[in-house]
C-alpha cells in the first residue's frame, strides 16, 4: 500500500516525470490505446530509446495510478507527505497547491475526492473533443520538463484564445449535420472548482468512509484483470521475426490509404481584394538624377508671393461670380420676359374677351331681330294665303250656288212651299164651304123636285081621277093614260128626263172649258198632285155649276139659300 | 489654429464670406444696367449700397441701349431708376437729382436742357421732372404718357398699365401747357373725355389702351 502511492507520485505530476514530458496528455495514450500511433511517435520524440515499452509502462501507470487514487484518496494524501520526504525533489508547495483549488491546475485535487475518477474521465473526454490545438498549446507550455521541474512548480496555463461559436452561423452542408461540440463551458460550474468559503471546506476526508476491504477487493480484482490481459498479449501469437537482413515496417491495412503525417494539415485561405480597385496611382518615374545638386538657402516667407499667388484665387471668383451672374441675370432676364409677354397677353385677351361678348351681345341682338322679322314674315304669308284661300273658297261657293239657288227655288215652289195665301185660304176655307152649301142647295132642289114630283102626282092623280071619271064616260080613251101613268110616277128619274137635257148639257160645257184652260196653267205641277188637280176640277166643275146653276136654277130661293 | 504671420502658400489667403454674394449682386447689377462709364456707376452704386438707398439699378435689361452719341442718352429704364430712387419725396433737390444723373452716366448738359424747359431752382416736383424726362425721351405728347404711365403704373410689366386718372390729368395738363401748341380748351376737352371713360369703366383709373392707339408699346 505504501509503495502505490509513491508510485503513483510522479505519473500524477506528469511535468515532473520522465514520461509527462508529452504534457498533460495522460489521456492520450489511453484513449488511442497502447499501440495508438501519435502516442507512440510523441513517446519517441522525447524517449528515442526503447520508447514504445516506455510509452506503455507509463500508460499503465497513469492508468494504475488514476485507479489508485480514486481507491485510496485519503491515503494518497497522507502517502504523499510520505513520498515527499523520501524524494529528493523539492515538492514542499505542492500539497499546499493541492490543498489549495485553482481552477488552473486541472489535476490539484490530489486524492480529495474519490468523485476525482470520473471527473478526470470527463476532463479527458474533453480534451479529445476539444482538437489538437489546445494539447499542442498545453505541449508547447510544457515542451521542457526539465525547465518547468527546475522552477519547482507545477504549472498549467493554457492560452487565450477566442470561443470558437457555440452555434454555426451557417450550415454546411445539408446532409452532415454537424455537432460542434462543447469546448470550454463556464469555469464556475465545473465541479472541480470549488467554490464558496474555503475554509468551511471539508477538506479533510472522514476516514473509514468508504469501506477499504471493498476497495482492496476491487483493486485486487482489477490488477488481476490487468495481469490477465497482460499475459494474453503476451501469448498472443505475434507476427514472426524478420529475416536476416529485413526488418518489420508499419503497412496499413484500412480500405484506403491514409497518409500520416506529424504535422496537423494546415490549410492557408488568403483573401485579396482586386487588384485595380485601390491601386496606388503608379509612381511618376524618377530618372536617376544626374549632375550636382546645389543647395539655396530660402528664408521664410521669401517664396511667397502675394499678388502672384492671389491670382488664380481671383480669378476663380471673378470668373465664377461674372459667369453666375450672367446666368443668373439671363434666367431672371427669361422669366421676366415670360411674365411680361403673359401679361401683355393676358390684356390682349381681356381686351378681346371684351370685343367677343361685345360681338355676341350684337350677335344675339342681331339673331332676335331676325326671328322676328320671319315670324312676322311669316305672319303675313300666312294671312295671305288665308285669304287668298278664303277668296277663291267664297268663288267657288259663289259659283256652286248660281247653279243650285235656281234650281232650289224651283224644287221648294214645286214642292209648294211657296204659296199665294189667298188662293190656299180659298182652297181651303172657301171651296169645302161651298161644296157644303152646294150640296146642301142640291138636297134642296131634289127635297123641291120630290115635293113638285108628288105636287104633280096629286095633280095627275086627281086628274086621272077626273078622266077616270070622265073616262068612266069616256072609257077607251083613259086606258092609255093610266097604262103610262103609274110608269112615271114611280122612277122619278124618268120623270126628270124633261129637265135633264139642260142640266147635264151645261156641266158638259162647263167641265170643257174647265178643262182647257187650267190645263194652261197648271202643267208642271199635273204629275205632282193629281188631287189637286182634282180638286181643281171639282173646284172648276163646282165652280162651272155654281155659274151655271143661276141660269139653271129657276127657283129664286135656292139661290138665297146658297148666298147664305 | 492661428494662421502664421507670414504666408506659405495659397490656401492661407482668406476671402470674406459676404465677398462673392455682393460681387455677384454688383455684377448682376452691372449687366443688367449696362453703364457707360462704369467706374461712376458703381461709385454710385456702391454709395446707394452703404446708405441704404434704392439702388440705380434697372428692373430690366433695356436692349436698345442709348448710346448718347445719336440719342440723347436718356431712355425710360434709367428714368424709371430715377422714378425708383427719387420718388418717395414729393419735391427733390436738384444738387441730389443731379448727382443722381451723374451716377447713371447721363451727360449733364441733357439734364440742363430738361430743366430749362420749366426753370426752377434749388428744387423741384419730382413728377413735373419725369414728365419733362417723359417727354424729352421723344415723340408726341402721347408718347409721353404712355411712358409716364408705365413707369407710374403699379401693374405687371406688360399689363394694362393703370394710373390715376388725377395723376394723369395732372401731368397731361402741364405738359399741354408748356407746349404753345395746344389750346388748353382742347386739353379740356381731351381730359373730359377721358375722365368720362375712365370713371365709367374703370373706377377712377386710366389705362394704356385707353388713349394710346399707337402701336403696342415692348
Known sequence: ??????????????????????????????????????????????????????????????????????????????????????????????????????????????????????????????????????????????RNPRAAEASGTYTYTSRPRAVPCQRR?????????????????????????????????????????????????????????????????????????????????????????????????????ECQTDAFLDRPPTPLFIPAKTGKDVATQILEGELFDFDLEVKPMLQVLVGKTIEQALLEVMEEEELANLRASQYKYEEIRNVELAEVQRLEEQERRHREEKERRKRQQWEIV??????????????????????????????????????????????????????????????????????????????????????????????????????????????????????????????????????????????????????????????????????????????????????? | MPLPDTMFCAQQIHIPPELPDILKQFTKAAIRTQPVDVLQWSAGYFSALSRGDPLPVKDRIEMPVATQKTDTGLTQGLLKVLHKQCSHKQFVELKDLEKKWKNLCLPVEKFRAILELDPCDDKMEWIKFLALGCSSLGGTLNTAMKNVCE??????????????????????????SLDPEISASETETYLATLREKSESRKNGMIGLSDFYTGKTSG
Request: net charge neutral; glycine share 8%.
Open chain 1, 1 to 142: 500500500m505504501a509503495a502505490l502511492p509513491a508510485k503513483e507520485r510522479p505519473v500524477r505530476r506528469r511535468p515532473r516525470s520522465p514520461a509527462g514530458g508529452r504534457g498533460h496528455e495522460p489521456e492520450a495514450p489511453l484513449a488511442t490505446g497502447p499501440f495508438g500511433h501519435p502516442a507512440r511517435r510523441n513517446c519517441l520524440e522525447f524517449l528515442p530509446p526503447g520508447g514504445t515499452q516506455r510509452c506503455l509502462a507509463t500508460g499503465a501507470g497513469a492508468a494504475d495510478s488514476l485507479l489508485g487514487t480514486r481507491s485510496k484518496p485519503g491515503e494518497a494524501a497522507t502517502c504523499c507527505a510520505g513520498a515527499l520526504a523520501s524524494r529528493p525533489l523539492p515538492r514542499q508547495p505542492r500539497p499546499r497547491a493541492s490543498r489549495h483549488p485553482c481552477p488552473w491546475h486541472y489535476l490539484h485535487v490530489s486524492g480529495s475526492h474519490d468523485s476525482l475518477a470520473p471527473t478526470c474521465l470527463r476532463a479527458r473526454l474533453h480534451r479529445r473533443g476539444g482538437g489538437s490545438t489546445p494539447d499542442m498549446a498545453s505541449a508547447m507550455t510544457d
Open chain 1, 382 to 564: 300666312y294671312k295671305h294665303n288665308e285669304t287668298s284661300q278664303k277668296i277663291s273658297a267664297r268663288a267657288f261657293a259663289q259659283r256652286y250656288l248660281a247653279d243650285l239657288l235656281p234650281s232650289v227655288f224651283d224644287s221648294l215652289r214645286n214642292s209648294g212651299y211657296f204659296y199665294d195665301p189667298v188662293e190656299r185660304d180659298i182652297e181651303i176655307g172657301f171651296i169645302p164651304w161651298l161644296m157644303n152649301e152646294v150640296e146642301k142647295t142640291m138636297e134642296h132642289s131634289m127635297v123641291g123636285r120630290t115635293v113638285l114630283d108628288m105636287l104633280i102626282r096629286e095633280v095627275v092623280e086627281r086628274r086621272l081621277n077626273s078622266y077616270e071619271r070622265k073616262e068612266d064616260t069616256q072609257p077607251s080613251m083613259r086606258s092609255d093614260d093610266v097604262f103610262s101613268g103609274p110608269g112615271t110616277v114611280k122612277d122619278p128619274s124618268v120623270s126628270l128626263e124633261l129637265q135633264e137635257p139642260t142640266i147635264s148639257q151645261q156641266p158638259l160645257l162647263d167641265r170643257d172649258s174647265s178643262q182647257t184652260i187650267p190645263s194652261q196653267e197648271r202643267r208642271p205641277m199635273e204629275e205632282w198632285d193629281p188631287v189637286w188637280q182634282n180638286d181643281q176640277g171639282e173646284l172648276k166643275e163646282s165652280g162651272g155649276e155654281e155659274l151655271s146653276q143661276p141660269e139653271g136654277s129657276w127657283e129664286p130661293g135656292n139661290h138665297s139659300a146658297a148666298g147664305q
Open chain 2, 151 to 176: 413707369i407710374l403704373t403699379a401693374d405687371p410689366e406688360g399689363g394694362p398699365a393703370r394710373i390715376p386718372f388725377d395723376t394723369f390729368s395732372l401731368i397731361y395738363q402741364y405738359l399741354a
Open chain 1, 169 to 269: 452561423r451557417y450550415r454546411d452542408s445539408l446532409l452532415q449535420p454537424v455537432e460542434e461540440p462543447m469546448n470550454y463551458g463556464n469555469i464556475m460550474y465545473d465541479r472541480r472548482v470549488i467554490r464558496g468559503n474555503t475554509y468551511a471546506l471539508p477538506t479533510g476526508q472522514v476516514p473509514g468512509q468508504p469501506d477499504p476491504l471493498e476497495l482492496q477487493r476491487q483493486q485486487q480484482a482489477r490488477r488481476r484483470a490487468l495481469a490477465r490481459k497482460r499475459a494474453q498479449a503476451q501469448l498472443r501469437p505475434r507476427t514472426p521475426e524478420p529475416v536476416e537482413g529485413r526488418k518489420h515496417v508499419d503497412v496499413q491495412t484500412e480500405l484506403y490509404l491514409e497518409e500520416i503525417v506529424d504535422r496537423i494539415v494546415e490549410v492557408d485561405m
